[in-house]
């Protein structure tokens, strides 16, 4: 069974260009998360979906940040415009509502790298 | 809201050595417990898991003991190898969020 996928795995581009991160949850789930991962933070959830509406965005660091999930199936992470500090490994990650017992998986990651 | 502390790495080990990688919790009332490990340029994955007090998560060798007395879930394994060399992060719900992390334990075994 595909896992969830996120693209592209590695982007480098310049500050103040805009960076679009896309995921593809796992079919059947309806919970999705973005979390950024560094060195000095760890890992930090920025914002999640339950059934394609924003639960909790309280993470997002940001306006230059902003998430959507336009159907169960594909969500995106966009930053508008990128700073060098945005430099990080982005998550994605999925699970079935309802439950806490309920594990998360996780996409393998973008790395992203803003110069 | 809820937390969880663990220990500080990185933990290096000999193949077959014994580990113990700590982790103690915060929480309001009795959440579920949850260990998970991330692989070189991977994501997270669930290790195990422990739903209630005095509950033991397993998985590939790793064990891990919910226990309400001493607030703690510490990782364990009996006899690591190199394959085990990963981060480990131990993980709980709390509030709204579905699961807040630790800051990671990094391991690495040695042949």
């Known amino acids: 069974d595909a896992g969830v996928i996120q693209s592209p795995r590695h982007e480098v581009t310049e500050m103040g260009q805009e960076v679009t991160l896309r995921c593809k949850p796992i079919?059947?789930?309806?919970?999705l998360f973005w979390y950024r991962q560094t060195m000095m933070r760890g890992l930090e959830l920025l914002i999640y979906?339950?059934?394609?509406?924003?639960?909790?965005d309280s993470g997002m660091p940001e306006d230059r940040f902003s998430a959507k999930m336009p159907n169960a199936s594909f969500s995106t992470l966009k930053i508008q415009p990128s700073e060098p500090r945005d430099s990080a490994v982005y998550f994605c990650?999925?699970?079935?509502?309802?439950?806490?017992?309920?594990?998360?998986?996780f996409g393998d990651g973008t790395r992203l790298s803003i110069l | 809201g809820n937390s969880v502390t663990q220990m500080e790495g990185p933990v290096t080990l000999s193949e077959e050595a014994f580990l113990t990688i700590n982790c103690t919790y915060t929480?309001?009332?009795?959440?579920?417990l949850f260990w998970y490990v991330q692989y070189p340029g991977e994501g997270l994955q669930l290790l195990l898991k422990?739903?209630?007090?005095?509950d033991k998560g397993s998985n590939k060798g790793f064990e891990a003991t919910y226990r309400k007395e001493t607030t703690s879930f510490h990782l364990e394994k009996g006899s690591v190898q190199v394959s085990d060399s990963a981060v480990y992060f131990c993980?709980?719900?709390?509030?709204?969020?579905?699961?807040?992390f630790g800051k990671g334990t990094r391991l690495s075994v040695i042949a």
């Open positions: 990650a999925s699970s079935l509502a309802g439950s806490r017992n309920q594990p998360q998986h």
């Open positions: 079919s059947g789930h309806n919970s």
């Open positions: 979906f339950n059934n394609n509406v924003p639960i909790d």
């Open positions: 929480a309001t009332g009795y959440p579920s």
């Open positions: 422990a739903t209630k007090a005095d």
């Open positions: 993980a709980l719900p709390s509030g709204n969020t579905p699961l807040v």
